[in-house]
Nanobody, 121 residues
Framework: QVQLVESGGGLVQAGGSLRLSCAASGRTFSTYIMAWFRQAPGKEREFVAAISYNGIRTRHADSVKGRFTISRDNAKNTVYLQMNSLKPDDTAVYYC??????????????WGPGTQVTVSS
């Protein structure tokens, strides 16, 4: 399995931006579908975005479309989540995930520890 570590979380005002990064270990990063999920206090974990092996295909949740963008750099073993126009409802722990399925898969086998994003109003 691939090891994942997220970074880039923090406190930001509504309307601001953050870029999350997820660094992966190993030489097989380019063979994994990568995704971001989030979990707010008292809520279930929800899908945010996913990206294909080569970065050509992406999928974003309706709640973040037009505001968040997932991307990846296989040379750096890193996946990113650019978050713009942040809202207080975006406050959550954000998790990076990896698997060898599809960007439409609901099941991911490898997870990072998460990074906290807090958006103040």
């Amino acid at each position: 399995q691939v090891q994942l570590v997220e970074s880039g979380g923090g406190l930001v005002q509504a309307g601001g931006s953050l870029r999350l990064s997820c660094a992966a270990s190993g030489r097989t990063f380019s063979t994994y579908i990568m995704a971001w999920f989030r979990q707010a206090p008292g809520k279930e974990r929800e899908f945010v975005a996913a990206i294909s092996y080569n970065g050509i295909r992406t999928r974003h949740a309706d709640s973040v479309k037009g505001r968040f963008t997932i991307s990846r750099d296989n040379a750096k073993n890193t996946v990113y989540l650019q978050m713009n126009s942040l809202k207080p409802d975006d406050t959550a722990v954000y998790y990076c995930a990896a698997d060898r399925g599809s960007i439409y898969s609901g099941s991911f086998g490898s997870w990072g520890p998460g990074t906290q994003v807090t958006v103040s109003s």
